[in-house]
T-cell receptor, first 116, second 115 residues
C-alpha cells in the first residue's frame, strides 16, 4: 500500500532563516506530487505541483521554491522566511493506474511551520 | 476560475443524529470530480467520499453519503448516526478531470458532535 511521509512535523524558525521541508511517497511510481499551504482558519492553497523528476509548476509567486530530485521525493524550500510563511504545509500525491491519472489526491500528515 | 463555497462555518449535531453539510461550486466544465475531506485535530486531510460528475447516482461510504445536484452545482454531505470521532473540519473540494490540475477547496465547516 502507498504511504506518504512528511518531516519535520513541527518547525519554529526565525524570520530570514532558510527552510527545507521534505515529502516522500512509498509504494507507487511516478506520482504527481503537490505542496499545499493552509493558513489559520482557511482552506488549502496549492503552492507547487510536479508531474516528474525536475518538473515543477508554481501556482503562487512567492519566496518559496520546490524541487523534485527523485521520483518519490518532493522538497519545499525558502532562502529567507517571512512571517507570512507561517502555516500548515501539506504534501499530496496522485498516481497513475493502468496508464491513467487517478482523480484522488491523498495527503501526508503535514508540517506546522511557525516563523517568529 | 472554479470556486467552491461552504456557507456554514460551523455546525453541531447530537451523537447518533444526522447532519448535512452544504457545498456549492462554480465551473464551466462538464466533467469533473468532487470530494469531501475530513481534517481532525491531527490536521491530516482524510478523504471521506468522492463523486464523479458524469455519474447521476449519489456516492455513499458507510454512514457518509452525498446529495449531488449537478444542475444546481450543489454537493452536500450527509453524516448519519454521528459519532464523536466525526468531529472535525470538513472541506469540500473540486477537481478537474484529467491532467494535473489542482484541487480547489472551500474554506471548511467545523463540525462539533455533542454527546
Amino acid at each position: 500500500s502507498q504511504t506518504i511521509h512528511q518531516w519535520p512535523a513541527t518547525l519554529v524558525q526565525p524570520v530570514g532563516s532558510p527552510l527545507s521541508l521534505e515529502c516522500t511517497v512509498e509504494g507507487t511510481s511516478n506520482p504527481n506530487l503537490y505542496w499545499y499551504r493552509q493558513a489559520a482558519g482557511r482552506g488549502l492553497q496549492l503552492l507547487f505541483y510536479s508531474v516528474g523528476i525536475g518538473q515543477i509548476s508554481s501556482e503562487v509567486p512567492q519566496n518559496l521554491s520546490a524541487s523534485r530530485p527523485q521520483d518519490r521525493q518532493f522538497i519545499l524550500s525558502s532562502k529567507k522566511l517571512l512571517l507570512s510563511d507561517s502555516g500548515f504545509y501539506l504534501c499530496a500525491w496522485r498516481t497513475v493506474t493502468s496508464g491513467r491519472l487517478t482523480d484522488t489526491q491523498y495527503f501526508g500528515p503535514g508540517t506546522r511551520l511557525t516563523v517568529l | 476560475a472554479q470556486t467552491v463555497t461552504q456557507s456554514q462555518p460551523e455546525m453541531s449535531v447530537q451523537e447518533a443524529e444526522t447532519v448535512t453539510l452544504s457545498c456549492t461550486y462554480d465551473t464551466s466544465e462538464s466533467d469533473y470530480y468532487l470530494f469531501w475531506y475530513k481534517q481532525p485535530p491531527s490536521r491530516q486531510m482524510i478523504l471521506v467520499i468522492r463523486q464523479e460528475a458524469y455519474k447521476q447516482q449519489n456516492a455513499t461510504e458507510n454512514r457518509f453519503s452525498v446529495n449531488f445536484q449537478k444542475a444546481a452545482k450543489s454537493f452536500s454531505l450527509k453524516i448519519s448516526d454521528s459519532q464523536l470521532g466525526d468531529a472535525a473540519m470538513y472541506f469540500c473540494a473540486y477537481g478537474a478531470q484529467g491532467g494535473s490540475e489542482k484541487l480547489v477547496f472551500g474554506k471548511g465547516t467545523k463540525l462539533t458532535v455533542n454527546p
